[in-house]
């Protein structure tokens, strides 16, 4: 259980869980695609986010698992709107063509490399940085859809589970030290549904609250850099 942590300008703090952030919000009509949505925070954001009425696509790697959790959401809320859809992760060959396209693209960004744990951070800046330049394009085009990025914090679930010793450690003191995991779905939550952030975008967000991210993701340049070289790989000719 996350020990510590203040209240910030929404009223929520680190030790908010996902449904307290999104008490009394009714979000019938609002469709959520959510990935990693067979474990972790990302269930229990399905799971939250469909007892508001949200319809709910989970996009999952493994469809018996992302089956049974849909199971236990209905019997929770059995009027639930929930799909299951396999996350298609592509072949090799288009693993090889990025790995290929990548060094020659000029990006200051280390995406290719092969420490765990640094990868996992370079590819949270690379979020972030998307999720910026999406803001602007559409805010250049007058669109009103609104796009932000978040932090969940630092919490106790299955992500080091191929590393023994760190997931032994990390297991025995992150009752006391890290989030668990409706504290850390509630982030996600409080950014998809609550009033306060409607209208705002282009925003980092943290324990459910504004935060400041890196001087690295708000480069401007460098986001419009990812952008480009992001659209090269998924034009389809």
């Given at each position: 259980m996350w020990i510590c942590g203040r209240k910030g300008p929404s009223g929520f703090s680190a030790c908010s869980t996902a449904e307290q952030?999104?008490?009394?919000?009714?979000?019938?009509g609002l469709t959520a695609i959510?990935?990693?949505a067979s474990s972790g925070i990302g269930k229990e954001t399905a799971r939250v986010l469909a007892l508001h009425g949200v319809h709910v696509v989970m996009a999952v790697r493994n469809?018996?698992?992302?089956?049974?959790?849909?199971?236990?959401?209905?019997?929770?809320?059995?009027?639930?709107?929930?799909?299951?859809?396999?996350?298609d992760l592509g072949s090799m060959e288009s693993v090889r063509k990025f790995a290929s396209e990548y060094k020659s693209s000029g990006l200051p960004l280390n995406l290719l490399i092969y420490n765990t744990m640094y990868a996992y951070g370079q590819s949270k800046l690379a979020n972030v940085l998307h999720a910026n330049?999406?803001?602007?394009?559409?805010?250049?085009?007058?669109?009103?859809?609104?796009?932000?990025?978040?932090?969940p914090g630092a919490i106790a679930t299955n992500l080091l589970r191929h590393y023994s010793f760190i997931n032994g450690l990390w297991n025995?003191?992150?009752?006391?030290l890290l989030k668990n995991v409706p504290q850390g779905a509630a982030t996600t939550c409080y950014v998809a549904l609550h009033p306060q952030v409607k209208g705002v975008s282009g925003e980092y967000f943290s324990?459910?609250?504004?935060?400041?991210?890196?001087?690295?993701?708000?480069d401007v340049e460098l986001a419009k850099k990812l952008w480009d070289f992001s659209m090269t790989l998924t034009d389809p000719k």
């Open positions: 952030v999104t008490q009394g919000i009714d979000a019938t959510v990935t990693g469809i018996d698992s992302g089956s049974k959790v849909k199971e236990a959401i209905l019997e929770e809320k059995p009027e639930a709107k929930i799909d299951v859809m396999e996350l330049e999406l803001a602007r394009r559409l805010k250049e085009e007058g669109v009103e859809i609104t796009a932000n990025s978040l932090h025995l003191v992150g009752k006391y324990d459910s609250n504004i935060a400041k991210s890196s001087p690295l993701s708000k």
